[in-house]
């Protein structure tokens, strides 16, 4: 999230799209009733089903699922033509007027440069025009045909309102309202906030479904204020804390990336994070990344990180694809090329898609472990459940360690929520039976490996035996010294170089802020973008002081929010060009002549002078993109492209199956099924009552929720002799599932390209493990493809057929 | 952490204070101190009160988690009672169906207790104790590691990879734990490396 929960009561209009808020994050949701019942405030949701969100919502846009980018283009070009654009944001926060290179092009869903045998684009066409001065090429006029405006009017120039019903199925004047109302937050008077979760990122598009309502949310003016933002309400407890701590295949710490195979050395390496900035004046704040990765090495190596070994660069794996992603560690080990596997409080036999292809991938592993508080399908995937795991154990040869952790009660530490607070906790129940906690686990695992490797040598054995490890009990490193090397610390004394009498930071101190981490080794931080919460001062994200006094949410001294315990990002662009808050209402930081002051940490140096320097700092440009130059893998605007399996063909490239960057491995690609043989288009979601697979094993919550069901509409009932109640079949081209129907007024056909697309809502919950009820969870039936920039899998869009059948067990 | 003025104390003696008053304003000392008396002590007032946060959704709403026996004491502490955490700014003591039932999440009869293996071909569970789990997954680690480590690509770079063993970080699990992962994954050159964010 950009803002905080607690910032949405300051909105005017909430977009539920993408998400279901009112279910998936009901304490959450509390915030939008506050805004609706004290300010006024209007509640749209947009989605396939009538949603508890929708219940409650002034008006509900049906849309068909993976067809949002058609929808939000269309509101860009709403907004253009009805001239409801916040025009001096717009101007000056944004790249609109950037120049861009003439030899690129779109044409028919494709922009310059793809490769279909590759799947993928030569991407060097889609940059700036950089002048002789080594700056991009701007005309403020916006009247150059090459500026990035014009290139995005004609961009989003088809996607009309007819175009948007025919591809969408949403009735054009229901479309019209919806476009009306968001173009009405244009007003720099009015904001509005984007909440979306896992109904946008499931796609293979995901990342094109965010950057969609992003533009729009940059052309109405509605990021960084309050009440606005792009609001990511993520699923779980820590995903957010994983992610930032570098927890994923090609990351470091705090956002940073780990080196490629080209990158031959830390030269080469740095040499493509230099940031130069790409205008005049502007902070191009990931200028300073030396600092923060030689911080990072310190931490992770101390003494053994040196100049002389580049920071211990060659520690490093380098990578030779992209990421080995989840969708690619399956395949591999699918396919026979991996020994082990170690899953840390996650079932992936629940959690990825064709369950079929995952049970197979662990079958051919030598050893698997599991680390969690509860029993998982997947620490017993090897055991026979009948119809719901038909598997023959005597031919697995998989080793399988089940260890079991602590759970929240039995553990301290921080989390960090959606809205980036950090959050300390403290253990209140002794651990059942032997139950460990993970960093016990994992330290035993390090400390066995680094014996064995001080003992009998093998490969590379250097950053095993070197990596730091300051804690006073080797055995057990405490909660509360790994949360002091997150935040930093000073590795060597530096002396004040303006006066060397004075010491500028000393030996053994906690960092107070990034702004002091250096680059020539004095300084250590596992994740920079921590550094603050736990400083001299204390562990700040155990702070509970809840006041507010601006009124405004901040809850400025309640735990502790990166970076810098900044609660809005971006908040530089609450305030005009000149520094003035936009709505003195909605005041978060003004410039008072000399610095920018008010009751968030400004999101730009403090001295840094209006109209000359930009709002958008981590950016070289200073300003944020409507045009994303080669960051994006399928383009630099989002394009409405179909889910690989979609109930009918791409109208405006009606060639391109899927999103056309998107990597498919070739066994899957045949594994991918047609409208003609499973027609209907089916979507999954979580109930209210369930928390993903774990609350199969909370009895109150599989009484709440028991049985496993799928949701269809009244007339595809009819059609195919289903009754309220009755069992059904519903198959994909992956997989096999049975149901109790629930045939629903929540779901009705949606008028595709003039044809009814019926929808089948399948909630996800259920396995073969726990206190609840038996039964089948969707990633039986979803297809194993991912977005094309993250690989995020497409659960929410694919195909299914349906039947009336007989109930498990019984012979059909 | 301030766990002096603790909202069971504060019922406590804001309890007394009530009373005191009503006995003053209405002259039935006697009789008023001898009800109050016979009213039995809220329960939860003899518990250990923790704060905590939700393990669940990313709201992260503020829990309190009543507990018999005190952690910090050194004793075995049972959790016997959840709540919403009234001081929380988010959830403002509120919880949903998922977060109201917590304690049946903590003492689920699926909780694992013991380290189990199951060997190849086997349909069942046994239990191992933790040293011979530690130390069996050690070896297959080393093993396949030193067997499969690409120290160094075609064209001669040094790449220090290891891609046969993966390993998958969780989605509730604390920052400190995710940094004491992140050393021992990455330090073994592992690539193979993903969290829940993912799906």
């Known amino acids: 999230m950009t803002n905080s929960w607690t910032d949405i009561q300051n909105t005017d209009l909430v977009v539920i799209m993408g998400g279901n808020a009112a279910e998936a994050h009901p304490c959450g949701f509390k915030w939008v009733t506050e805004a609706k019942a004290n300010r006024g405030a209007k509640l749209i949701v947009v989605d396939p089903r009538f949603t508890r969100s929708a219940s409650v919502a002034d008006v509900y846009a049906p849309i068909r699922q993976g067809t949002d980018i058609a929808f939000l283009l269309g509101v860009i070009r709403h907004c253009i033509a009805t001239d409801r654009i916040q025009w001096e944001y717009t101007k000056a926060f944004t790249n609109a007027s950037y120049l861009v290179k003439d030899g690129f092009t779109y044409a028919d869903g494709l922009f310059t440069g793809y490769d279909e045998q590759k799947r993928d684009y030569d991407r060097r066409e889609w940059e700036y025009q950089i002048g002789p001065d080594g700056f991009a090429l701007v005309d403020e006029t916006l009247q150059h045909p090459r500026c990035v405006w014009n290139l995005l009017k004609a961009h989003v120039d088809q996607y009309t309102p007819e175009l948007v019903e025919r591809i969408c199925g949403t009735p054009k004047a229901k479309f019209l309202q919806v476009a009306g109302m968001i173009a009405e937050t244009s007003s720099p008077q009015k904001a509005m906030t984007s909440m979306y979760a896992l109904g946008w990122t499931q796609h293979s598009k995901g990342s094109q479904n965010i950057r969609a309502m992003a533009m729009l949310q940059l052309l109405l003016g509605n990021i960084g204020i309050r009440g606005g933002g792009m609001n990511a309400l993520r699923g779980h407890s820590n995903i957010q804390g994983l992610t930032d701590v570098g927890l994923m295949s090609n990351m470091l710490p705090g956002y940073l990336t780990l080196p490629t195979e080209k990158e031959v050395d830390l030269p080469t390496y740095m040499g493509s994070r230099g940031f130069k900035p790409l205008r005049p004046n502007q902070v191009s704040y990931w200028q300073n990344y030396g600092k923060f990765f030689v911080s990072l090495m310190k931490a992770l190596y101390g003494p053994a990180a040196t100049k002389d070994n580049n920071w211990a660069f060659d520690y490093l794996p380098k990578l030779d694809v992209p990421a080995y992603d989840i969708l690619r560690a399956f395949e591999m080990m699918n396919e026979g090329k991996m020994t082990g596997y170690v899953c840390q409080g996650f079932n992936p036999m629940q959690s990825f898609p064709n369950r079929t292809k995952i049970t197979s991938a662990l079958s051919k592993l030598k050893f698997l472990v599991t680390m969690d508080p509860l029993e998982t399908e997947t620490s017993r995937f090897w055991e026979n459940h009948g119809e719901y795991n038909p598997v023959d154990p005597k031919s697995i040869g998989t080793e399988v360690f089940q260890l079991p952790t602590t759970c929240f009660a039995e553990d301290e530490g921080a989390l960090v929520n959606s809205g980036r607070w950090l959050q300390w906790h403290w253990p209140g129940a002794t651990p059942p039976g032997e139950a460990r906690n993970d960093i016990w686990i994992m330290a035993q695992l390090h400390l066995r490996l680094k014996a064995l490797y001080a003992k009998e040598g093998g490969a590379f054995p250097d950053p095993i035996l070197n990596v730091h490890w300051p804690y006073h009990d080797k055995n057990e490193p405490e909660p509360a010294e790994v949360a002091k090397e997150l935040n930093g610390y000073v590795v060597e004394t530096v002396a004040d170089p303006a006066d060397p009498t004075k010491v500028l930071l000393e030996k053994g101190k906690q960092v107070a802020s990034f702004g002091v981490l250096r680059d020539d080794g004095t300084t250590a931080c596992g994740c920079w973008i921590y550094a603050g919460s736990f400083t001299e001062a204390g562990n700040i994200m155990a702070r509970r002081d809840n006041a507010d006094p601006s009124g405004a949410g901040m809850h400025a001294n309640w735990s502790f929010s990166w970076p810098a315990n900044r609660r809005i990002l971006y908040n530089r662009a609450s305030a005009d060009r000149d520094g003035k808050a936009w709505d003195p209402s909605r005041k978060i930081i003004e410039w008072d002549g000399a610095k920018w002051a008010g009751i968030d940490v400004p999101d730009i140096p403090p001295t840094a002078k209006p109209r000359e320097v930009g709002p958008f700092i981590m950016n070289p440009e200073g300003v944020s993109r409507l045009f994303a130059r080669g960051m994006m893998r399928e383009g630099p605007f989002p394009v409405h492209y179909e889910p690989f399996e979609a109930p009918i063909a791409n109208v405006i490239a009606p060639k391109i199956r899927g999103n056309p960057a998107s990597r498919v491995f070739k066994n899957d690609m045949a594994a991918f099924g047609d409208a003609a043989e499973f027609p209907y288009a089916a979507t999954s979601y979580r109930l209210t009552e369930h928390f993903h697979y774990w609350t199969k094993h909370v009895w109150v919550n599989a009484v709440l929720q028991p049985e496993f069901f799928v949701e269809i509409s009244e007339e595809l009932a009819r059609e195919k002799g289903i009754v309220l109640g009755g069992w059904v079949r519903v198959w994909s081209k992956r997989g096999s599932v049975k149901a109790k129907a629930v045939v629903t007024k929540r779901i009705r056909p949606l008028i595709c390209d003039g044809k009814a697309v019926h929808v089948v809502g399948i909630p996800i919950h259920w396995g073969f493990t726990g206190v609840a009820k038996k039964g089948w969870n969707p990633n039986m039936l979803g297809p194993f493809v991912g977005d094309a920039n993250i690989e995020t899998p497409e659960f929410k869009a694919f195909l299914v057929n349906i039947e009336a059948t007989t109930p498990p067990g019984a012979v059909a | ?199």
């Not at chain 2, 004491?73 to 016997?80: F, P, R, S, W, Y």
């Not at chain 2, 499969?148 to 400190?176: C, D, I, M, P, Y």
Request: net charge positive.
């Open chain 2, 1 to 199: 952490m301030n766990m002096e003025l603790s909202r069971r104390h504060f019922l406590k003696s804001a309890g007394a204070g009530v009373a005191g008053t009503a006995i003053g304003a209405f002259g039935f000392g006697g009789i008023e101190e001898a009800h109050a008396s016979s009213v039995r002590a809220f329960k939860l007032i003899t518990m250990v009160e923790t704060r905590n946060t939700c393990p669940y959704c990313s709201v992260a709403c503020g829990i309190i988690t009543y507990s018999k026996g005190d952690l910090r004491k050194g004793e075995t502490a049972e959790l016997i009672h959840v709540e919403g955490d009234v001081d929380h700014p988010t959830n403002r003591g509120t919880l949903c169906p998922k977060g109201a039932a917590l304690l049946d999440f903590a003492k689920s009869e699926t909780r694992l207790k013991y380290p189990m293996v199951r060997k190849p071909g086997s349909d069942k569970f046994e239990r191992i104790s933790w040293e011979a789990a530690l130390d069996r997954i050690a070896r297959h680690l080393k093993d396949d590691r030193d067997r499969n480590f690409v120290a160094k690509n075609n064209e001669g770079v040094t790449v220090n990879r290891w891609t046969t063993t993966g390993f998958l970080g969780a989605s509730a699990t604390t920052n400190e734990t995710a940094f004491v992962t992140y050393k021992v994954v990455r330090s073994a050159g592992m690539l193979v490396f993903d969290n829940q964010a993912r799906v």
